[in-house]
């Protein structure tokens, strides 16, 4: 899993690889590569808002607002994928019913942010708002999970973030954390052709 969101400076290099220049001078976008679930969609959509990083250099704000067919396409243009199913391909839908000892040996998301269910928050066993969102030293700011044998997890609970697990257009997002109502676990569902404030990319190697 990479160790921070997608930044805005990467997603907008992304837009730019992405627009073309037609022979005629007019200009479309290539959508190669993209999620059946969005052969719908035939553009790429913007970042908008700044979730907690609003503070930052413009290069390391995070990509928000956008949808899940945004961040299929972007992991899979970087040679990497959407995070989902341990070992490739998607994570259930039907997992996200489960509990974390379940879902930490499936889905890679869960996976890092419980360290493999051991803990509830990224920050432990208690949900630490501040730990991870220190946006005066970003990207220096270490924020592991307490029992780190997975992977740094920068700002985990700072963004929406899309996983790749969808029923139909019904996709898996993980919520922003303001408070402890939420953890690694509990995901938010949303359709996954619209934009979604604050949604965000973090996106795993292949497989």
């Known amino acids: ?5 997608v930044t805005r400076e990467a997603y907008w290099d992304f837009v730019a690889s ?11 976008w290539d959508m190669t590569d993209q999620a059946a679930v969005c052969s719908l969609t035939t553009e790429i959509g913007f970042p908008s808002g700044d979730g907690e990083s609003v503070g930052l250099p413009f290069q390391y704000r995070a990509a928000t ?15 990497k994928r959407m995070c989902g199913r341990i070992g490739g391909g ?17 889905d890679q998301w869960v996976q890092v942010c419980t360290s493999n269910a051991a803990y509830p928050y990224a920050t432990g066993t ?15 700011t270490t924020c592991h999970s307490p029992n780190d ?18 029923d139909g257009g019904e996709c898996v997002m993980h919520p922003r954390l303001t408070d402890t109502a ?26």
Do not use: Q
């Open 1 to 5: 899993m990479d160790p921070y969101p």
């Open 149 to 166: 044998p997975w992977s740094a997890v920068h700002w985990m609970h700072a963004f929406n973030e899309w996983t790749d697990s969808c």
């Open 182 to 207: 939420s953890n690694c676990v509990k995901g938010t569902l949303l359709h996954a052709p619209h934009n979604a404030a604050l949604g965000s990319i973090r996106c795993c190697s292949d497989p």
């Open 18 to 28: 992405r627009y073309v220049t037609l022979t005629d001078k007019t200009h479309t």
């Open 126 to 140: 208690n949900f630490s708002p501040d730990m991870c969102v220190n946006g005066l030293a970003y990207p220096d």
């Open 90 to 106: 998607s994570t259930p839908y039907s997992a996200f019913g489960g509990e974390a000892s379940i879902l930490a040996g499936v």
């Open 65 to 79: 607002g956008l949808d899940w067919c945004d961040a299929y396409l972007y992991c899979k243009s970087a040679g």
